[in-house]
């Protein structure tokens, strides 16, 4: 057992912790308490790599279960008497072989549970489910260790009093990965491969084609990502990217899932955002591109979501179908003030040749954007229409 | 989670509402201000809002790239009517309207007569890396 995979039994010892706590320790306990089942599993991890290296174990989980159970009744119990006849009953089932399937879904919609904010859900999740350190989330998120390790704790004393056996909600825990993998990525963890990777744990333990929908998902936009961005970080339009950069590897893997998923007849928004990825994927170059099967699905992702982001993504693709007077019919009656209504509309009115009204509305979504990146990319739009608008003006320098 | 850069000023904002200097305050003002302070930062780090922070020195002056071989040219220190900020705080919360209510919770940190200083404060979202997937 390489100490690599040690990671993916994470949840599954947390769950069974926090199970067997809440029947044993609930002589003192009114539940099982998730943080220190958490702590517990934390600091076997900790020995795990210390001793692995040099004696690895028959039985990894076994070996991780029986370190972190006793790590845990230390932790929760005051009474030295009760500790050691406990820990001698416990001693006799062997830890091996327990089912552990159901106490890992579990704690995936307890990380998940409405009563956190979407973003210390994921953080949690990460935590608990994917096994990260603090070190390592305070850094993807760019804020102090000390920062994130008052978040999670304040996380985990909210769920106290949750009982692990609450049904939760699936679409819940779908949106907390999704949230994951759109965070991307900095430091030495890459967010959006370790939301690959939780969310491909859950496909094997959730039998729901959403799931394979989300992962097909995450794996198509994924596959596109070295070519997004130029390597000093300039967004590249979906027209101008390298297609030969794209990951054909995850590409067909990612199409694989979602013909499965579709299979069972189950429709719901990450397979259809999975499909219209799909089909970007298939394409050779972006005239090539279905656009009017892509349109289908937008029209389905409507019917789904009724989501009026959907709606304005719809219309670019309606342009590409059926042209910029289509496309600017269907934002006719959208709300203004959408996130990127101005970028759509420029884009939009560039396409239907009115450049001057699409510079205008390009340094406006400039100005608008959300993201240093999307700001330079917009502005850039805007100046290179400016400039065909006004040739004299394209000698002049910045400042 | 996004983050805002929250900043007070010395001078160049608009009057607060409680609009008396602070070297007019008593002893005792100046100490309840800066314990307000100094508490909201230590709920901001319990919350597991707080990035960063720090406060400012008057000194300070401008500086520019003047061309190769040539010294920055500086107009400092500040001139009255130039704008001066006193301090800055990061902070990293869950949504625009907490971040609103962090902003107004500093504002109101007592001044003179014990009374909310009520001062402006500049609070700024930072512009992020674009997610994954744009829509």
Redesign the interface.
Known sequence: METEGIRDLIPAVIGILVRRGSGRVAITRAYADFASAEDAVQSALVRALETWPTDPPRDPKGWLITVAWRQFLDGVRSDRARQAREERIERQPGATGVPDADDTLQLYFLCAHPSLTPATAAALTLRAVAGLTTRQIAEAYLVPEATMAQRLSRAKRQLRDVRLDQPGDARTVLRVLFLLFNQGYSGDVDLALEAIRVTRQLSRLLDEPEVRGLLALMLLHHARRRARTTPGGQLISLADQDRSRWDTQMITEGVAILQAALAEDRLGEFQAQAAIAALHADAPSTAETDWVQIVEWYDELVRLTDSPIVRLNRAVALAEADGAPAGLAAIADLDPGLPRYAAVSAYLHEKLGDFGAAARLYAEASRLATSAAERDHLARCASVLSRAENPGTSGRRAG | ?A?YLLLKHYRGGKPALNDVPMDRWTRQEVDDHVKYMGDFQDRL????????GEALSMDGCWVRYDGDGKPPITDGPFAETKDLIAGWMVI?V?SPERALELAAELSAAPGAGGQPLGEWLELR?M?????????
């Open positions: 989670m983050k780090r319990d919350r597991g809002e707080f990035v960063s990293d869950d979202p512009l992020t890396e674009p997610p994954t997937i744009s829509d």
